[in-house]
């Protein structure tokens, strides 16, 4: 497993830093939250997937540093640089770089109030992670999608997001996923969030994943997010996220 080391030092390192954030606080979808024009964000994401196939499973752990970047006031860039350990229940464990992803997200049209708004995003991911070893897809891909997001009274929000996956050597994919924001208070927020994919083979099923969580700024920089959820169809049997970003 990847050492807990790894959080405790990314979060102390966003502790000893000290501009508002507005950081993306979905998972399934890209919600209008955009730093400014020239504002970094720098974070990492910990990911966890239970797999089971068949009579195979695997545990995968990955720990992925990312930056956002504001290009423009409406245009965000975003760089993950994962690191993959992929522990089977049968056979040896495997580990190393991911798939290194690139995203651009656009602030296509927001309301005066900020709701609702569309924002088409991108994502190229690059086939860096070995694929013999589980660790990367073994091929480029491209998703476009679009997410609108509305809100429901003053403490509840919605995104809907439709994105197509191109995959060369698989079949394409199409992802529908709803997320919903209850804001309990400026610092808190509990989220509910599902996933329907199209796999496109009929042996391995579409996904249908759900997920729940907080997000928590400690400050006007520091931000946490805790995500945890399952998969009612395909080879995902529970998942989990940890995340901490800061914006200075």
Do not use: C
């Not at 752990?61 to 970047?69: D, G, H």
């Not at 993959?84 to 992803?101: A, H, L, Q, Y």
């Not at 199209?198 to 099923?205: P, Q, S, T, V, W």
């Not at 996904?207 to 169809?233: K, P, R």
Request: aromatic share 14%; charged share 20%; net charge negative.
């Amino acid at each position: 497993m990847i050492s807990l080391k790894w959080m405790t030092t990314l979060l102390a390192l966003g502790m000893t830093l000290s501009v508002t954030a507005e950081t993306q606080r979905t998972v399934f979808t890209v919600e209008n939250q955009f730093p400014r024009w020239e504002q970094i964000e720098v974070g990492a994401v910990y990911n966890f997937r239970e797999r089971a196939t068949g009579f195979t499973s695997a545990d995968i752990y990955e720990i992925s540093p990312y930056i956002r970047y504001g290009f423009r006031e409406h245009i965000a860039l975003q760089l993950n640089v994962p690191y993959v350990e992929v522990d089977p229940t049968f056979g040896p464990s495997n580990s190393g770089i991911g798939d290194v992803s690139l995203t651009i997200q656009l602030r296509a049209y927001e309301d005066i109030f900020g709701y609702p708004y569309f924002i088409p995003h991108l994502t190229v991911t690059f086939p860096t992670g070995d694929e013999d070893k589980g660790l990367g897809a073994g091929d480029a891909t491209v998703k476009a999608g679009i997410s609108y997001g509305d809100k429901i009274y003053n403490h509840l929000s919605y995104v809907i997001d439709g994105s197509y996956r191109i995959r060369p050597d698989n079949d394409n994919q199409f992802i529908f996923s709803l997320s919903v924001l209850w804001h309990v208070s400026p610092q808190l927020d509990f989220i509910f969030e599902a996933r329907y994919q199209d796999e496109g083979d009929f042996d391995e099923g579409d996904v249908l994943l759900f997920l729940g969580g907080m997000i928590y700024d400690w400050t006007e920089n520091l931000q946490m997010g805790v995500h945890a959820g399952t998969g009612s169809s395909g080879d995902t049997d529970a998942i989990a996220q940890i995340r901490f970003s800061y914006t200075f």
